[in-house]
């Protein structure tokens, strides 16, 4: 299976702990977006990245987030000192290039749950 | 900036029938694309159809097809003959230059 692969499914932190998740692009495919979902409302961009770069942050939290995306490996979404407003699900996305034609191709997403 | 406006937080639709999920949106940008997404209880996000804007002809997948007006900035997805399997979270989307922008969803239930 070549899409994109999100780990863990679900993640359960304290408040305060840190919060890692990860996102496997396609294969071939270098760009990545990562997005949350609260519940019963829909995906709001977070951040773009591109391998080693970030492009677009614009709606990435000043606090607490970031987001890498390194040579090798994959894409990290990493929350500190989490709150229970963190509590959501997390996609992330990947396309072969940036250009408008180019869908997105989602991953199932992490359901992070704050307790 | 964008912006994508779906009116109708949920719809039902009884099986073997015809359902209209309406879609605006707005953008500054001149070259974009629209997409609607699906999301199932598993909560997936599966890309049901896509428009390019500087198309005139409308998008057609299978029962899926959408009625896109330009100038009144409408992207509308139509589902024939509804199949169980089709009730789920719509979402549409715009795609400018880089970031792509959803709308709050709707929820389609299908009534057997």
């Known amino acids: 299976n070549a899409g994109v692969m999100q780990n863990p499914r679900h993640l359960v932190r304290r408040r305060g702990q840190e919060a890692r998740l990860r996102c496997s692009p396609m294969?071939?495919?270098?760009?990545v977006y990562w997005y949350r979902q609260l519940p019963e409302e829909g995906l709001k961009f977070m951040v773009y990245?591109?391998?080693?770069?970030?492009?677009?942050e614009s709606g990435m939290p000043k606090e607490r987030f970031s987001a890498e995306f390194p040579k090798e490996g994959p894409s990290i979404l990493r929350i500190q000192q989490v709150v229970r407003g963190d509590s959501a699900a997390y996609f992330c996305?990947?396309?072969?290039?940036?250009?408008?034609?180019?869908?997105?191709?989602f991953g199932d997403g992490t359901r992070l749950s704050i307790l | 900036a964008q912006t994508v406006t779906q009116s109708q937080p949920e719809m039902s639709v009884q099986e073997a029938e015809t359902v209209t999920l309406s879609c605006t949106y707005d953008?500054?940008?001149?070259?974009?694309?629209l997409f609607w997404y699906k999301q199932p209880p598993s909560r997936q996000m599966i890309l049901v159809i896509r428009?390019?804007?500087?198309?005139?002809q409308n998008a057609t997948e299978n029962r899926f097809s959408v009625n896109f007006q330009k100038a009144a900035k409408s992207f509308s997805l139509k589902i024939s003959d509804s199949q169980l399997g089709d009730a789920a979270m719509y979402f549409c989307?715009?795609?400018?230059?880089?970031?792509?922008?959803f709308g709050t969803g709707t929820k389609l239930q299908v009534i057997p």
């Open positions: 990245l591109q391998k080693e770069n970030i492009i677009d």
């Open positions: 953008t500054s940008e001149s070259d974009y694309y």
């Open positions: 996305a990947s396309s072969s290039t940036g250009s408008r034609d180019q869908p997105q191709h």
């Open positions: 294969k071939g495919h270098s760009h």
């Open positions: 989307a715009c795609k400018g230059y880089q970031k792509v922008t």
């Open positions: 428009q390019e804007a500087y198309k005139q």
